[in-house]
């Protein structure tokens, strides 16, 4: 639980570092697996700055959109400043759908190849470099989970994120230890042939992230129908939408594998 890393004099934010670790083995996967699949390597390294862009496009402006009154306020009384909004504030479900949207667009405009070949080999890797990414928020202190005092509770610093001097559930501790288990899953499934992987990557893991809400303590979203969060009433798009397009694809009768 330490935000930076100290290498000699050099302070390495860690969730930095992590992100970028994480960044690095989907890289290396990525162009190991094109080639094993005699997939262009160039064009995954363009889908991958794509989907990178859209990420990080997606994943902040859900947070101003979720947050837009505070950040005024807090812009106009000099709280925080645009350098701060900028580097801080991402949210993944964001990253995510913002990704996927990237990519489908620019494929369909410029690239025009079979996109569902280059997310399948990637797909199994995703939840493995999220889960790394996810040691880094605890790490840092983001992210963190609801007061608790039972057994694997945690305290976190003054210098992190989180409350310090209060028990906390590690929620980002078990979220990455589920990510583990659904990239393990996934690899699994890739073996098995699945045509279904980039399906059960959305359905598993909106399944996670739901109940994981439940256990989080730095919800800033409103709530709505049930006391559900926005990120649980995406969640539940994010099951509902894959299943939908399976059901809808084999009452039409289409022969088509999805991914």
Same mark, same amino acid.
């Given at each position: 639980m330490n935000p930076y890393i100290h290498l000699f004099s050099i302070h390495i934010p860690s969730y930095g570092?992590?992100?970028?670790?994480?960044?690095?083995?989907?890289?290396?996967?990525?162009?190991?697996?094109?080639?094993?699949?005699?997939?262009?390597?160039?064009?995954?390294?363009?889908?991958?700055?794509?989907?990178?862009?859209?990420?990080?496009?997606?994943?902040?402006?859900?947070?101003?959109?979720?947050?837009? =009154?505070?950040?005024?306020?807090?812009?106009?009384? =000099?709280?925080?400043?645009? =350098?701060?909004?900028?580097?801080?504030?991402f949210i993944f479900y964001g990253g995510l759908i913002g990704a996927l949207l990237f990519l489908y667009l620019f494929n369909k405009?410029?690239?025009?190849?079979?996109?569902?070949?280059?997310?399948?080999?990637?797909?199994?890797?995703?939840?493995?470099?999220?889960?790394?990414?996810?040691?880094?928020?605890?790490?840092?202190?983001?992210?963190?989970?609801?007061?608790?005092?039972?057994?694997g509770s945690v305290v976190f610093p003054e210098n992190s994120l989180a409350p310090s001097g209060i028990h906390l559930f590690p929620v980002q501790l078990l979220e990455a230890f589920l990510l583990f288990v659904l990239s393990i899953c996934?690899?699994?499934?890739?073996?098995?042939?699945? =045509?279904?992987?980039?399906?059960?990557?959305?359905?598993?893991?909106?399944?996670?992230?739901?109940?994981?809400?439940?256990?989080?303590?730095?919800?800033?979203e409103k709530v709505y129908l049930f006391s559900l969060s926005e990120s649980q009433i995406i969640s539940l798009m994010i099951i509902l939408f894959p299943v939908l397009y399976l059901l809808l694809g084999r009452k039409n009768g289409k022969g088509k594998s999805y991914s």
């Open positions: 570092l992590l992100a970028l670790v994480s960044l690095m083995v989907l890289s290396a996967y990525g162009i190991i697996k094109a080639k094993q699949n005699d997939l262009s390597i160039d064009d995954f390294l363009i889908l991958e700055s794509i989907a990178l862009l859209g990420a990080l496009i997606g994943s902040k402006l859900l947070f101003v959109t979720l947050n837009f =009154n505070k950040i005024q306020l807090a812009l106009s009384s =000099n709280l925080i400043t645009v =350098n701060d909004l900028l580097t801080s504030g405009k410029f690239l025009k190849v079979d996109l569902k070949r280059y997310l399948n080999i990637v797909i199994p890797i995703i939840p493995l470099c999220h889960g790394i990414a996810r040691i880094g928020c605890y790490l840092s202190g983001c992210c963190y989970g609801i007061a608790y005092d039972g057994i996934l690899f699994i499934f890739e073996k098995r042939k699945s =045509n279904h992987l980039l399906t059960s990557y959305l359905v598993f893991y909106g399944i996670m992230r739901f109940f994981l809400e439940f256990l989080r303590g730095d919800k800033l």
